[in-house]
């Protein structure tokens, strides 16, 4: 579950939940791979934080058969770590976890000889600071870290991040032929929001601040932005005027949004504390087999069937439902999604909600209150 124990969490914001099949007291037959890497993954983080009562449960933990998990575990917690030492079944954690559960998988894309046009989004609450600079360019997150890893097929050891600036992060988007999403409310989101502007606390984007905060805006963040409403005057999702606090990740199958590869469900902002990256803020190189995580962070990610001759196991999305409509073929596996696919892209006239920016009478939310900034 993706709520913090708030009570905005509960009544006000989009919330999405996990939930395996029961599982029952291991009965000495194995379980097979995807289960036992996922009991595996959950107790090595359970662990993590070191104290007493999630270290006996991890103990429990051993005594179930996750014969029913057929989902992977992406978590992220504080420590230096090495993609350079890892396998398919190490103890890794931030994107060097994404990285290894989706090589494990077959799930990473080489898409070299541009065949399809794939869609690739990150849907959060929060976008932090760059996770490096170099002059004026600013090297971000999704464009600059996570966008080079998914599509990094080609590579028979790891990937590299991109060096900062708008450039490259383009160059590499037609290198392989994709086109990238950042799913962030905007202010009339937030206006429009079942509880108007108090669904604002739990979004934070600070671009207006500093030279670098506005420089990242610029060259990776603003050209990429998407709407969390649809556009449409028709409720179609449910979820149209509660803003998210759950977090998405997710890439198509190069078809236009109409399956999906993979999703990831989880509590990962876009912030180089919860992914992970080299220390310090200068760019010195794209190696990125070396970084530290700072934050505990929890998700799920539920593979696709790559195998677009066979429908089984291929993900799609739903909108209103958690099944598909009455008559539709069913041998494919319905994801419920909390937006509409294709999402609808900003206008020159938005603006992403940033909770310091006095926005004065203009927009009011739905209960006519006006936003006049937080205290900085």
């Known amino acids: 579950m ?7 969490d509960f009544g006000g914001l989009t919330q999405m939940c996990w939930k395996s099949g029961r599982l029952h007291k291991s009965n000495g037959i194995k ?12 107790k090595n983080y359970l662990c993590r934080y070191k104290k007493k009562p999630l270290n006996e449960l991890s103990k429990c933990i051993d005594e179930y058969d996750f014969l029913p998990v057929n989902v992977e575990l992406i978590a992220s917690a504080p420590g230096f770590f090495n993609m350079a030492e890892a396998t398919d079944e190490s103890e890794i954690y931030g ?20 065949e399809n046009k794939y869609n690739v ?7 932090s600071y760059p996770f490096a600079t170099e002059k004026l360019n600013t090297a971000s997150i999704f464009s600059h870290l996570l966008c080079p890893l998914i599509f990094s097929g080609m590579s ?27 799913l962030y409310p905007s202010v009339e989101d937030v206006a429009n929001s079942n509880v ?18 506005r420089n990242q805006y610029e060259q990776n963040i603003k050209p990429y932005l998407y709407r969390w409403q649809s556009g449409s005057s028709k409720d179609e999702t449910g979820r149209e005027n509660v803003v998210p606090h759950v977090k998405l990740y997710m890439c198509d199958n190069g078809d236009d949004w109409s399956t999906l590869r993979w999703v990831l469900m989880g509590s990962h902002n876009l912030s180089k504390q919860a992914w992970g990256a080299k220390n310090g803020a200068k760019f010195t190189n794209g190696d990125p087999l070396i970084y530290q995580v700072s934050s505990y962070e929890l ?3 539920i593979p696709g069937n790559v195998n677009q001759n066979k429908r089984e196991h291929t993900l799609k999305p739903v909108y209103g439902s958690d099944t598909f409509p009455t008559g539709e073929r069913n041998n494919y596996i319905p994801l419920r999604m909390p937006f509409k696919l294709p999402p609808v892209k900003y206008q020159s006239s938005d603006r992403p909600w940033s909770a310091i ?16 900034g937080l205290d900085t």
């Open 95 to 114: 994107y060097g976890k994404l990285y290894q559960v989706l090589r494990r998988n077959n799930l990473l894309i080489d898409n070299s000889k541009r």
């Open 31 to 42: 379980t097979p791979k995807r289960g036992a890497l996922f009991q595996k993954d959950l």
């Open 156 to 182: 028979r050891v790891s990937f590299n991040s991109l060096k900062p600036g708008a450039e490259l992060f383009k160059k590499n988007q037609n290198t392989h032929n994709y086109k990238p999403h950042i």
């Open 121 to 127: 989004l990150a849907q959060v609450s929060s976008i």
């Open 196 to 213: 108007g502007f108090a669904s604002g606390q739990a979004l934070h984007f600070k671009y207006t601040t500093t030279p670098t905060h």
């Open 2 to 8: 993706t709520c913090n124990l708030q009570k905005i």
């Open 357 to 372: 920016i006095n926005y004065g009478n203009n927009p009011k939310d739905r209960f006519g209150q006006c936003y006049y």
């Open 299 to 301: 998700g799920i990610l």
